[in-house]
């Protein structure tokens, strides 16, 4: 279905010459101002960057019993430890072209590169990250996965595009989250490296690109201060200032 509307969004500008945008999406029921603070905070070591964090639009959550709630694709299955079966592909789709729009937006009005531009995401807003990753035609400068997953494994191979294999990927994921299963994080991981060519990231060479799967024990569904951390360092080595 085609919105008249953009996506709202909450942005945090940078303090220093603007040459590198980050997009970060939120989880299900969340919003972009969900993860304006860690915007802030990373922005400190980040002065050169623009974050963007887009609303999802409100529809109803088949987990949620149909209510309406800020998704970017409807779930109708969480929790379990296999990786789910049935998934909203065209919602999924529809929403991956409104960010792509979003996108090429701060191409054309701000002409920062693309290779200067990272997304990223948390929950579901990770697994539409894991989508976008794969299947755009662009040559992102990252992708950011914490507590995500893979969508739509069945026909994916289909869908993938060959930047997939030289883009920077971080993917973080809490050993004891009972939301999106540590598994699923895992098992994204593995058919990442086994199904769709991409090979692990190098340490000191994560701007030649590959994926990082970090595991942080004890943490359950969100983010800790050592995952922060840990992408802070990750970020400044993929997006350094110009």
Do not use: C
Not at 54 to 61: D, S, T, Y
Not at 129 to 151: C, Y
Not at 152 to 172: D, E, W, Y
């Amino acid at each position: 279905m085609a919105h008249l509307q953009p996506l709202k969004f909450v942005q945090v500008l940078p303090v220093a010459k603007h040459t590198a945008t980050v997009f970060f999406l939120h989880g299900l029921g969340d919003s972009g101002s969900g993860w304006e603070p860690v915007a802030d905070m990373l922005s400190d070591s980040l002065p050169h960057v623009k974050w963007i964090l887009p609303n999802a639009r409100m529809q109803p959550v088949a987990i949620n019993y149909g209510m309406p709630s800020p998704s970017w694709f409807d779930i109708y299955a969480l929790g379990d430890r296999s990786m789910p079966q049935r998934e909203d592909e065209k919602g999924a789709l529809e929403s991956v072209a409104e960010i792509d729009a979003m996108i090429d937006a701060e191409i054309t009005k701000n002409n920062i590169p693309s290779e200067r531009i990272i997304v990223g995401g948390f929950s579901q807003g990770g697994a539409l990250t894991m989508l976008i990753g794969a299947t755009t035609q662009r040559k992102l400068g990252g992708i950011i996965v914490l507590s995500g997953w893979l969508p739509l494994r069945s026909k994916i191979q289909s869908m993938v595009s060959p930047n997939l294999k030289t883009v920077p990927i971080f993917q973080g994921h809490g050993a004891r989250d009972n939301v999106v299963q540590y598994e699923w994080g895992r098992l994204s991981f593995e058919y990442l490296k086994e199904k769709l060519g991409v090979k692990e990231a190098e340490p000191g060479k994560f701007k030649e690109g590959g994926i990082v799967f970090k595991t942080y024990q004890g943490l359950t569904h969100s983010a800790s201060d050592k995952e922060i951390t840990d992408l802070g360092q990750w970020l400044r080595e993929v997006l350094p200032d110009t």
